[in-house]
């Protein structure tokens, strides 16, 4: 079982919809992390949260709008998306990351997300 | 942006036979880490090597970390049809501490029973 957990496993959602995306993790860890992932690509960061806090925008449109509410939980708030942001979205939780450090990030199931 | 070249792409093989799969970087990695995928899941971390030289086992699957930092390679042996998937290697710079990782374009890997 994984320690990542994401809802909703699926979510499907018209260009004017307001939804939200939810992550949490049960493993301690202080940094938390969205990644954005098309078919057959590698995952693409979106998002780092250390300690609560957001430590990388990666030039993100403000149509993603990304909170944690506390150690064990990662919202993703979405409005107003384009057909092209349909993707898989993964949450991943990791140490807080220290420079030469391990960094080991854990991975959730992932929220299929489709635009209409 | 940094890339890492993985190869092959893909690989269609036959039940029973060993795999391999490497990774290399223009830059130096402090840490280089492997993943599986399958379809409509999460990456789930197979193997992290930390040290220059590093080879670590995880049952069938063997991983090196490269000498020169550079470069990393993964071993599957004796292929069963449950190690279908796509396998991603990721490498965190020597001197970073943003948590960000780069990745590999991956390795789809078919097995025939």
């Known amino acids: 079982d994984t320690e990542v957990t994401q809802t909703p496993k699926h979510l499907v959602m018209g260009m004017t919809n307001k939804k939200s995306l939810k992550c949490e993790q049960h493993m301690g860890h202080r940094a938390m992390y969205w990644y954005k992932q098309k078919a057959k690509k590698p995952p693409e960061l979106m998002f780092v949260?250390?300690?609560?806090?957001?430590?990388i925008n990666e030039s993100v449109p403000s149509r993603f709008s990304p909170e944690c509410p506390n150690s064990s939980l990662l919202n993703l708030h979405l409005h107003a998306l384009q057909p092209e942001d349909s993707a898989l979205y993964l949450c991943a939780s990791s140490q807080v990351p220290l420079a030469g450090g391990p960094n080991e990030q854990f991975f959730g199931p992932g929220t299929r997300l489709t635009v209409l | 942006g940094q890339q890492l070249n993985q190869s092959p792409q893909s690989m269609f093989i036959q039940e029973g036979e060993d795999v391999s799969m490497n990774c290399t970087s223009s830059s130096i990695f402090n840490t280089w880490l492997w993943y599986k995928q399958d379809p409509g899941e999460g990456p789930v971390l197979l193997i992290a090597l930390y040290k220059a030289g590093e080879l670590t086992s995880n049952g069938r699957l063997t991983a090196q970390f490269g000498i020169t930092r550079k470069d990393s390679f993964l071993n599957i042996s004796a292929s069963i049809p449950s190690d279908v998937g796509i396998y991603f290697c990721a490498g965190q710079f020597r001197a970073s501490n943003t948590g960000k990782l780069i990745f590999g374009q991956g390795t789809t890997l078919q097995v025939k029973p």
């Open positions: 949260y250390s300690y609560e806090k957001l430590s």
